[in-house]
């Protein structure tokens, strides 16, 4: 027992050589490069070759946009008051002429009824004008201003007045007859005295009367200088001081008065009946509603906006598109839209108007672009985001190569390298498409070119 023991701590005393532990190591080593010699190269895959070819190379830019409607129109009541019934929600389709909202319309109506009024007091008073039997003739025998009007009529007035004041007495008094002259005396006419006294002084005169013209028809210098041939109302002369025009102080003919009445009376009556009408909201066109403004009872002011609706029978696309690629997009140039969602859902459209201004985000200026959808279609939701390709040239039957094997450098010249050669080629290359690029010169048909990446 004893003698076992000591063998077995001999044993577990001697240490192992680090030497050999090394050896060890190395051998492994060794012997797994000599059973596996090629793996190294064989794990190295060959550089990939492409071939030129002949086809089609398309150059675009993309960008995402979202869908918006062709147009929107903002409907509003043209009178004040309080929403009584709203018969549409947001999202809703309507058609031409659809009730949309109503508002309480008591005030409207009573408006048109007092314009209606109006209206008939207005025309009731121009039918009694016009109905009247010769209003020149009695409007001017009332006139203060028929006695010294330089017509006939005027003329003999004013000769019966010049011959009641030659029979007045220097006094004033037009009930003293004037004294019959003595047989030997001068006739009073052809005294200076008694020339003078035929013009009365206007002691104890109520008036001063007209002087009659020496001809006695009132028709002489002197009357046509006393005399203004100014009309008053209607043809009739201007009285004297008159503060209207013609000096009358009336200012204008009530017949034409009437008329200016019954007019404003039935623009009223227009206005009114218009606010009326305008208490009820109708759709004017087909669309889809896209937001009301309040619900039931909401108290709203005339040509406030309550109703957005949208015109959805061409769906447009609006996108933004960076500086650079903006440069490139005109109006007219072809386009498909692939719906979010909708990953095999291809849309054709086209460009109809492009930004002339720009608007910055702090490091890129980006370009508004509409585009117009072709038959877009109907579960087409507004708002929702798509992506955008906008095609900027194409090429048909031209040599190509994949975009990955030509290196384009900054001048926009390119270089690419054959398959076998130990330098690179320079091409002259055209159109630069997603996929393939145009070479114009330096490479045929059937070439083999090293992909670069």
């Given at each position: ?29 060794a ?147 004037t ?17 003078r ?60 008065r ?7 009376a ?45 015109v ?7 996108a ?20 979010a ?32 959808l ?66 114009r ?13």
């Amino acid at each position: 027992m004893g003698i076992h023991l000591h063998v077995w701590r001999a044993v577990r005393r001697r240490p192992v050589p680090a030497v050999a532990a090394a050896t060890l190591v190395a051998v492994t080593v060794a012997a797994g490069a000599v059973a596996f010699p090629g793996d190294a190269d064989r794990t190295a895959a060959p550089a990939a070759t492409v071939r030129v070819d002949r086809g089609e190379v398309t150059s675009a830019v993309a960008a995402t946009g979202s869908v918006r409607p062709a147009a929107s129109r903002g409907l509003a009541f043209t009178a004040v008051g309080t929403v009584t019934e709203i018969r549409v929600r947001p999202g809703a389709d309507v058609t031409v002429g659809q009730v949309l909202a109503v508002l309480d319309d008591e005030e409207a109506h009573a408006e048109v009824t007092r314009a209606e009024q109006a209206l008939a007091d207005a025309r009731a008073a121009l039918d009694d004008l016009e109905a009247e039997d010769e209003p020149d003739t009695l409007a001017c025998a009332t006139s203060p201003v028929s006695d010294t009007r330089g017509d006939g009529a005027g003329g003999a007035a004013g000769a019966a007045t010049a011959g009641d004041t030659a029979r007045t007495t220097p006094s004033g008094d037009p009930g003293s007859p004037t004294p019959r002259p003595e047989p030997d005396q001068p006739s009073p006419s052809a005294s200076p005295s008694a020339t003078r006294s035929a013009t009365p002084t206007p002691t104890g005169s109520s008036a001063a009367p007209v002087k009659p013209s020496p001809s006695g028809t009132g028709k002489g210098p002197a009357a046509s200088a006393s005399t203004p041939a100014s009309a008053g109302p209607r043809g009739c002369p201007a009285e004297p001081g008159g503060s209207g025009p013609g000096g009358n102080a009336a200012g204008a003919d009530p017949l034409l008065r009437a008329h200016q009445q019954v007019t404003a009376a039935q623009l009223d009556l227009a206005e009114a009946e218009d606010r009326l009408a305008g208490t009820t909201i109708t759709a004017p066109v087909a669309g889809r509603v896209l937001s009301v403004a309040g619900p039931v009872g909401t108290r709203v002011s005339a040509g406030a906006r309550f109703i957005e609706l949208a015109v959805v029978d061409g769906m447009q696309i609006t996108a933004t598109f960076p500086e650079a690629d903006a440069g490139q997009i005109t109006v007219g140039q072809a386009a498909t839209v692939t719906p979010a969602g909708r990953p095999d859902t291809e849309l054709d459209a086209e460009v109809v108007e492009v930004d002339p201004v720009g608007t910055s985000d702090g490091q890129v200026v980006r370009f508004g672009v509409r585009l117009a959808l072709d038959g877009a279609p109907d579960d087409l939701l507004i708002g929702q985001s798509a992506a955008v390709r906008i095609r900027i040239a194409t090429v048909a039957d031209v040599l190509r190569v994949p975009s990955g094997a030509v290196e384009i450098r900054p001048d926009g010249s390119g270089t690419v390298l054959l398959a076998g050669a130990a330098e690179p080629r320079a091409v002259v290359i055209g159109v630069r498409g997603d996929q393939f690029v145009e070479i114009r010169s330096g490479l045929a048909e059937g070439d083999l070119l090293l992909a670069t990446g």
